[in-house]
T-cell receptor, first 115, second 111 residues
Framework: GAGVSQTPSNKVTEKGKYVELRCDPI?????LYWYRQSLGQGPEFLIY????????DSGLPNDRFFAVRPEGSVSTLKIQRTERGDSAVYLC?????????????FGPGTRLTVL | DAKTTQPPSMDCAEGRAANLPCNHS???????VYWYRQIHSQGPQYIIH???NNETNEMASLIITEDRKSSTLILPHATLRDTAVYYC????????????FGTGTRLTIIP
C-alpha cells in the first residue's frame, strides 16, 4: 500500500519568504508527526497531531512555524519569514493512533533550502 | 525521556552478526526501548521495541539486560543494505508521542 508521501521533495526559497510543506499520511492513521533534521543530526520533534488537533506542539521553535491538519488527514507545515537556519529536511510520520504502541511510518522528507 | 548513549560508529563484515549496543541507565520501569534506523536520504524506519523481555522479529533481535540499563540490537546476518544510522530511543510516554532521536550509531557493512 501507499506509504507516507511528502511534497515537494525539494524546496528552495529566499530568506524572508513563506513556505508550505505538505504531508499525506497513510490512510486510516490518526496520529501524525512532524520532525526536522539538520545535517549530521537525528530528527528533532516539532509537533504531533491526534486527529485534527495538535496534541503536542512543544517542538515548534518559534511562532514563525505553524501546522494544521483540518480534516484529520493531510497536514501542512507552514513557515513564515524563513531564515537560513530553517534549512533542513522536514520529515513527516504517521501511526495508527490509540493507546497501544504503534510504530511511526516516515515519509521521505522535504529538503528545504533557504538562501 | 531516558538518556540513551550509543557509539557513534561501527563496522561489520557482510554476512556476520551486527551487535549494536545502547546504554539507558536512567530508564524507568515503564519506558520501552525502541530502535529505528535511517538509510541515507530516507526517512527513519522502525525496527523493533521491547520492555524487559528479549524480542525478535523478521528484521532483528533485541536483547535487554535484566536491570534494563542497556540493550543490544542484533542484525543476525548483516547485508550491505543494512548500512544506516541506528537510533536507540527510550521515550517517557508509551504510545503515540514524540520520538527523541539522538545522533545514533552509523553502522557500515563491509563487503
Amino acid at each position: 500500500g501507499a506509504g507516507v508521501s511528502q511534497t515537494p521533495s525539494n524546496k528552495v526559497t529566499e530568506k524572508g519568504k513563506y513556505v508550505e510543506l505538505r504531508c499525506d499520511p497513510i490512510s486510516g492513521h490518526t496520529a501524525l508527526y512532524w520532525y526536522r533534521q539538520s545535517l549530521g543530526q537525528g530528527p528533532e520533534f516539532l509537533i504531533y497531531f491526534q486527529g485534527t488537533g495538535a496534541a503536542d506542539d512543544s517542538g515548534l521553535p518559534n511562532d514563525r512555524f505553524f501546522a494544521v491538519r483540518p480534516e484529520g488527514s493531510v497536514s501542512t507545515l507552514k513557515i513564515q519569514r524563513t531564515e537560513r537556519g530553517d534549512s533542513a529536511v522536514y520529515l513527516c510520520a504517521s501511526s495508527l493512533g490509540g493507546y497501544a504502541y504503534n510504530e511511526q511510518f516516515f515519509g521521505p522528507g522535504t529538503r528545504l533550502t533557504v538562501l | 525521556d531516558a538518556k540513551t548513549t550509543q557509539p557513534p560508529s561501527m563496522d561489520c563484515a557482510e554476512g556476520r552478526a551486527a551487535n549494536l549496543p545502547c546504554n539507558h541507565s536512567t530508564i524507568s520501569g515503564n519506558e520501552y526501548v525502541y530502535w529505528y534506523r535511517q538509510i541515507h536520504s530516507q526517512g527513519p524506519q522502525y525496527i523493533i521495541h521491547g520492555l524487559k523481555n528479549n524480542e525478535t522479529n523478521e528484521m532483528a533481535s533485541l536483547i535487554i539486560t535484566e536491570d534494563r540499563k542497556s540493550s543490544t540490537l542484533i542484525l543476525p546476518h548483516a547485508t550491505l543494505r543494512d548500512t544506516a544510522v541506528y537510533y536507540c530511543i527510550a521515550p517517557t510516554n508509551f504510545g503515540n508521542e514524540k520520538l527523541t532521536f539522538g545522533t545514533g550509531t552509523r553502522l557500515t557493512i563491509i563487503p
